[in-house]
């Protein structure tokens, strides 16, 4: 017996529910005037809530996108976030209420897999999310930064003024296209939610190869001079960066070390983001930090295994348990071909945690074997498991949401 009912948000419901999630998130109180200019961008759908009569405990939202897989194909997906609760009514149950409730909506709405970045790294993983895509956090000490002889020259770099960048970064960031796994597309949901103040707080710079627009950084300064170190500069903390190719990549980075008054370049970047190994001394490249950036769940099984690619070798029979999504579970035959179900009997056995860690590229099979988060019932379809579920690329999302 629950003290709480869980439901979808009805019209008006919003303020408070946002009051509520400011509360969980240590977040100020919103001016009157302030809300008037949020509320759009903060839509009562898809957002359940958790109600105690008529106050709202605890809420979770998602939106609708689509997620790049391994391969080339995206696949429709739940955008997980605003995930709180009130904190006089946390540890009773109410988040995992929320959590199964919207899980379940987002499966008949048929996304996908359900995609999230946490809070906490203790808390999805009960509910079936597995770290998807790691990042690194990069320091670049300018001073050091010298290019190699036969690094690329990358294009030419503009500056945009805010209006400017409003109108034209939807268009260039779906122009520079889905192109690695754990990209999600950007919708007009998400452009109107965080981007038009983010946008305002940074400089946008576009890059120009020989093709027209093929990248952009948003960036910003954080003065660390003091007295004591007058020398010091400031460091760019580049918030938002995507490039189409390697060329826009290496043009966008030579304009942020070369921005004057500069003395460091600060960056969340893909695990095989390769810009230590275009400067004549890689040391100038620290990695500060490397952490989970997504979660992910899978919703759908046979779909998640049916959009992605392969690499070369042997077929494997996978069994996958789901104790909440129940049609889920079941026996999967993978092969460079593809996947579909079987009644052949499995080589290895796994959850939806596990599912989420693989499923974009970032683990291996073989090292969720020896952590054992992979149940493996015949050793011969452990190294082909590794081999079919290798990606070229480092899974990363470049945005935040
Ligand atoms: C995608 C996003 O939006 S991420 C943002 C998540 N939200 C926040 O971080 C805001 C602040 N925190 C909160 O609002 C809440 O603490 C929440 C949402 C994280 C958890 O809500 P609760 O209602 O307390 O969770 P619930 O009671 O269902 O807990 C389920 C289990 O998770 C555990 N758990 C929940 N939160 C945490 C946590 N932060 N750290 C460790 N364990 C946790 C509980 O102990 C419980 O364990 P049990 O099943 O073994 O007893």
């Known amino acids: 017996m629950t003290d709480f009912e869980i439901r979808l948000l009805s019209e008006g419901e919003q303020r408070a529910t946002h009051e509520m999630l400011g ?200 003065d660390r001079r003091t007295l004591d170190r007058p020398e010091a500069g400031v460091a760019l903390l580049a918030a938002d960066l995507h490039a189409a190719n390697l060329g826009a990549l290496v043009g966008l980075w030579r304009f942020l070390l070369g921005v004057d008054l500069v003395g460091q370049v600060v960056a969340y970047r893909p695990l095989d983001e390769p810009i230590g190994l275009l400067l004549t001394d890689p040391r100038a490249c620290e990695v500060t930090r490397l952490e989970d950036n997504t979660w992910l769940r899978v919703l759908d099984v046979p779909a998640a295994l049916a959009a992605r690619a392969y690499g070369q070798a042997a077929p494997v029979v996978i069994e996958f348990v789901d104790p909440l999504l129940a049609a889920n579970s079941g026996r999967y035959r993978i092969s460079p071909d593809g996947a579909e179900r079987t009644g052949a009997p499995a080589g290895l056995r796994l959850g939806p945690e596990a599912f989420g860690m693989l499923y974009l590229g970032d683990r291996a099979p073989s090292l969720l074997a020896a952590l054992g988060r992979v149940e493996v019932l015949n050793p011969a379809a452990l190294p082909a498991a590794d081999r079919l579920f290798e990606t070229p690329l480092t899974p990363h999302c470049g945005t935040r949401f």
């Open 23 to 222: 509360r969980a998130f240590h977040d100020p109180r919103l001016t009157d005037e302030e809300w008037e200019r949020l509320a759009s961008a903060f839509p009562a759908d898809r957002k359940f809530g958790a109600f105690d009569g008529d106050a709202v405990i605890g809420a979770a939202s998602s939106f609708g996108t689509e997620l790049a897989v391994p391969g080339g194909k995206a696949v429709p997906a739940a955008a997980v976030d605003g995930v709180g609760v009130r904190p006089d009514r946390t540890r009773r149950g109410v988040a995992t209420a929320l959590m199964h409730a919207q899980l379940r909506d987002c499966a008949d709405r048929g996304e996908v897999v359900a995609y999230l970045r946490a809070s906490e790294a203790t808390i999805y993983g009960r509910f079936g999310y597995g770290v998807s895509a790691r990042w690194k956090s990069l320091r670049i000490d300018t001073s050091h930064a010298r290019f190699r002889d036969d690094a690329p020259a990358g294009g030419t770099v503009r500056l945009l003024e805010p209006d400017e960048a409003h109108e034209l970064l939807p268009a260039l960031y779906d122009r520079i296209g889905l192109h690695r796994p754990g990209m999600i597309a950007r919708t007009e949901r998400w452009w109107s939610w965080g981007h038009p103040r983010m946008i305002d707080e940074h400089v946008t710079a576009v890059h120009s190869g020989p093709d027209g627009d093929d990248g952009f950084v948003l960036y910003k300064p954080h």
